[in-house]
């Protein structure tokens, strides 16, 4: 908006040309979502308390939980709140992608408001059966992989990391493809929610990693010399990754150990159709799973548990997903959460580092 509002103005005056510039664009996203957190959080909280918005704990869990009975849910509307509007203010509105990628956040975001509803009105742990969950996240990921199917300026492959001319040509299966990594990525960030914190600084790192890879996928010029796919428009993501990040941020204020308010299914679910979504557009399925390493992780301990428990009837971990394991060994809490942080750094640099080795 402020691009079509401000630029022009450049004409005359030519400190408005900044406004041409995705790295400004960007960064002014980034400020005016953490703004956004900082100013609205706690009266957002405190919405929530007067209306009894508490969430339900699993009685199964950790014992240690059970104190955080009652602690306000659907935090995740604030970081909502706080992508979508930077991103509208700061965002070029005439790409494509960008639509693609915001929407696909925002319904994602309103299937995890169902399910957080119906959490806590009914005092159901469970929320919407797995089911309809499903069903739900496959329409509006199939709409996201139909849309980028059709107006694609690139051919549907998949590129493989480590090498330049290594890719798979898709077809018209990228779309179940598509669908896979969409609904994939929500629900491994929405496993990971289950700690203060813990599912929020990864989604800071790993959508900080897909700033720059959009970036550079979308400027010409680098893709062709770091020799990645060069995906037309792709730069224009940095403003909604900024803000996505810089959400998360605005909101790790309140829900850093120990938690104020709860991000719920309203912002796992989002954050995490957010980054699958993007990655799909540049091009980096592949490389998701690898910056986002610990979402990846905390699924397949998940499905460990299950897949071990039916075939033998002994489980691999005290408890899944594998962060309650590390509970119930002792860990603090705390613990935890810092040091699945400082993996998902070491992963953000290592997918970085593919960048120069093609």
């Known amino acids: 908006m402020l691009l079509y509002l401000l630029y022009p103005l450049h004409a005359e005056y030519s400190a ?42 699993r009685t199964d869990g950790p014992q240690s939980h059970l104190a ?39 319904f994602f975001g309103v299937i995890g408001y169902v399910d957080d509803y119906r959490k806590v009105i009914k005092k159901n742990s469970k929320g919407l059966s797995a089911r309809h969950k499903m069903v739900l996240q496959i329409l509006v990921a199939g709409a996201a992989a139909y849309a980028l199917y059709i107006f694609r300026e ?4 998949l590129k493989f990391p480590f090498f330049k001319d290594l890719a798979l040509n898709l077809g018209v299966f990228f779309i179940p493809f598509a669908i896979f990594v969409v609904v994939g990525a929500s629900n491994a960030v929405n496993l990971t929610d289950g700690l203060d914190g813990l599912a929020v600084g990864p989604t800071i790192t790993t959508s900080a990693t ?15 010399y770091l020799q990645i796919p060069h995906v037309p428009g792709a730069g224009e993501l940095s403003v909604f990754l900024g ?14 150990y120990p938690a104020q308010v709860f991000m ?28 986002g390493g610990i979402f990846v992780i905390e699924t ?26 590390f509970e119930l060994k ?29």
């Open 68 to 106: 955080k009975q009652g602690t306000p849910t659907m935090g995740g509307a604030l970081i909502l709140l706080a992508i979508v509007v930077p991103t509208l203010l700061w965002g070029d509105l005439s790409n494509k992608n960008l639509w693609i990628a915001l929407l696909t956040t925002v």
């Open 16 to 57: 408005f040309n900044v406004f041409k510039y995705i790295t400004f664009r960007t960064f002014g996203a980034a400020i005016t979502s953490v703004l956004l957190c900082m100013l609205i959080g706690p009266a957002f909280i405190r919405m929530l308390q007067r209306r009894q918005m508490g969430q339900v704990v």
């Open 154 to 157: 690139t051919p549907p492959v």
């Open 243 to 256: 803000a996505v990040a810089a959400a998360c941020l605005g909101f790790l204020w309140f829900n850093t």
């Open 210 to 224: 897909f700033l720059v890879l959009s970036y550079c996928a979308g400027h010409a010029v680098i893709s062709e």
């Open 300 to 325: 397949l301990s998940v499905m460990a548990q299950v897949m071990s428990f039916k075939m033998t009837g002994k489980r691999v971990f005290k408890m899944a997903p594998i962060h309650h394991h």
């Open 264 to 291: 719920g299914d309203v912002g796992s679910l989002a954050l995490g159709a957010a980054l699958g979504v993007v990655s799909v557009i540049t091009k980096n399925e592949i490389l998701l799973a690898v910056a």
């Open 330 to 358: 002792g860990w603090a809490e705390p613990k935890v959460i810092v040091r699945f942080w400082i993996i998902s750094i070491l992963l953000a640099l290592v997918t970085l580092s593919t960048l120069k080795l093609r």
